[in-house]
């Protein structure tokens, strides 16, 4: 009897763990300790929640695949930040005190079946001057920063393959391109294969130091008028 129960107990704790996200840990001061890597919590944590409806139109076609984008507004320098991205939305996560949610993901919140097999990058713009987003953001040029298709560290999808995407990237100061300074960056997302992107997904952005007033949305003029506020 005792040997069931705990198996019963085992399989309820992996699967309320399969609900939810685990805390997001940075590379900067990892340790390994029996095999293991032992992340410190990002300081830091933002989180957006969106939803791409079936048919809609990408923000870009890329290599044959639809890319939608996702614009971030870096305030300061980083020495860090960690991306990742879950769909569809785990079932005990929802949108808390300072999250941002896009009206999309609000109208079409019923839908809990609905997900893509997650592709993520993060590139950094030209543009360094938050006036500048709305002139100068549809024609920036754009620095690959990092990818990622599938993270181990992430928890399955309801196929109960590990498709969710985690990546993180180190500011090289002694690279002009590879630096994470002041300005905008973009955290692209699409399919591992050409597909629909179709479903809920959460993004979450990772800092090891606090960085007030980092900023995402799904359109360059969403962006700067959230800055403006």
């Given at each position: 009897?005792?040997?069931i129960c705990f198996l019963i107990a085992v399989v309820l704790v992996t699967n309320l763990n399969a609900q939810k996200l685990?805390?997001?840990?940075a590379d900067m001061g990892m340790k390994t300790v029996m095999n293991k890597d032992i992340r410190v919590p990002y300081t830091d944590v933002i989180s957006f929640y969106g939803f791409i409806k079936p048919g809609s139109k990408p923000d870009q076609v890329r290599d044959g695949k639809n890319f939608f984008y996702l614009y971030l507004w870096i305030p300061a320098v980083a020495p860090e930040l960690g991306?990742?991205?879950?769909?569809?939305v785990p079932e005990k996560m929802a949108p808390g005190e300072g999250d941002i949610v896009d009206a999309i993901f609000k109208e079409n919140a019923a839908d809990k079946t609905s997900y893509f097999d997650t592709w993520v990058s993060l590139?950094?713009?030209d543009v360094i001057n938050a006036a500048d987003i709305k002139a100068k953001g549809k024609t920036a040029k754009w620095f690959n920063l990092g990818q990622n298709d599938?993270?181990?560290?992430?928890?399955?999808?309801?196929?109960?393959s590990k498709y969710n995407s985690l990546m993180r990237v180190t500011s090289d100061v002694n690279d002009p391109l590879k630096a994470l300074t002041?300005?905008?960056?973009?955290?692209?997302?699409?399919?591992y294969k050409v597909g629909e992107v179709n479903g809920s997904f959460i993004a979450q952005v990772g800092a090891p130091i606090k960085l007030p007033g980092v900023k995402i949305a799904r359109s360059l003029d969403e962006l700067a008028d959230m800055i403006g506020k």
């Open positions: 009897m005792k040997t685990d805390k997001f840990g991306i990742r991205m879950a769909s569809p590139e950094r713009s599938d993270s181990g560290e992430m928890p399955a999808q309801p196929s109960g002041v300005g905008l960056y973009r955290i692209g997302f699409t399919t």
